[in-house]
């Protein structure tokens, strides 16, 4: 994640990741969107796999059934990498043909 600035250069002040492996696997097999919804993260992406291991994503939970926040880490003032905001995001994964 950067910061916005109209009058200097944009600073980078953390990131985050999911692993959507699965997700994308599926959508490739059934050729129709994926949606990470809660029911769909909960029956599958929260379950460990292959490609994910339980209790390995940022997300930290979600505002609705389409809606979760992301934990963004990066360094505090003393250079410790910390969480140090959160994102809101909706994933929606359509195959092309």
């Not at 600035?5 to 059934?30: R, V």
């Not at 993260?41 to 979600?62: M, P, R, T, V, W």
């Amino acid at each position: 994640m950067y910061d916005r600035d109209l009058l200097s250069s944009n600073e980078m002040f953390g990131t985050t990741s999911i692993n959507l492996t699965d997700a994308f696997i599926d959508a490739s097999l059934t050729k129709k969107p994926i949606a990470i919804t809660k029911k769909y993260y909960e029956n599958y992406l929260s379950k460990e796999s292959k490609f994910f291991k339980k209790g390995a994503s940022q997300i930290d939970k979600f505002e609705d059934a389409n809606k979760f926040w992301l934990k963004v880490k990066g360094p505090n003032k003393d250079g410790e990498v910390k969480d140090v905001c959160k994102i809101c995001v909706q994933i929606d994964i359509i195959p092309i043909d």
